[in-house]
């Protein structure tokens, strides 16, 4: 079963930036596109960044610069570099396969960004 677990959240301040990692078990996703989700209350979860088994990269409009997708297949990890934070980067971030998602999400990771 796919365990997905993502950490690295937390309260920053306009302008600041964070680290969120997710780590996988249970499969070794070094062949799938991978992508980092968020969910902001009231909305949608949306894709905001994905980067496939070869390391290509493609981001939502909205992170564009200021985002920065990696992995590390041999530790089964996925990062998300974020930087020049803005309050509507606030919501819950998740990480999970892009297009086809695995059937579990983890419990996701809280980002807040306020002053």
């Known amino acids: 079963q796919v365990q997905l677990v993502e950490s690295g959240g937390g309260l920053v301040q306009p302008g600041g930036s964070l680290r969120l990692s997710c780590a996988a078990s249970g499969v070794s996703f070094r062949a799938d596109t991978m992508g980092w989700y968020r969910q902001a209350p009231g909305k949608q979860r949306e894709l905001v960044a994905r980067?496939?088994?070869?390391?290509?990269?493609n981001y939502a409009d909205s992170v564009k610069g200021r985002f920065t997708i990696s992995r590390d297949n041999a530790k089964n990890t996925v990062n998300l570099q974020m930087n020049s934070l803005k309050a509507e980067d606030t919501a819950v971030y998740y990480c999970n396969r892009f297009p086809i998602n695995y059937p579990s999400w983890g419990q996701g990771t809280q980002v807040t960004v306020s002053s």
């Open positions: 980067i496939t088994s070869g390391g290509s990269t």
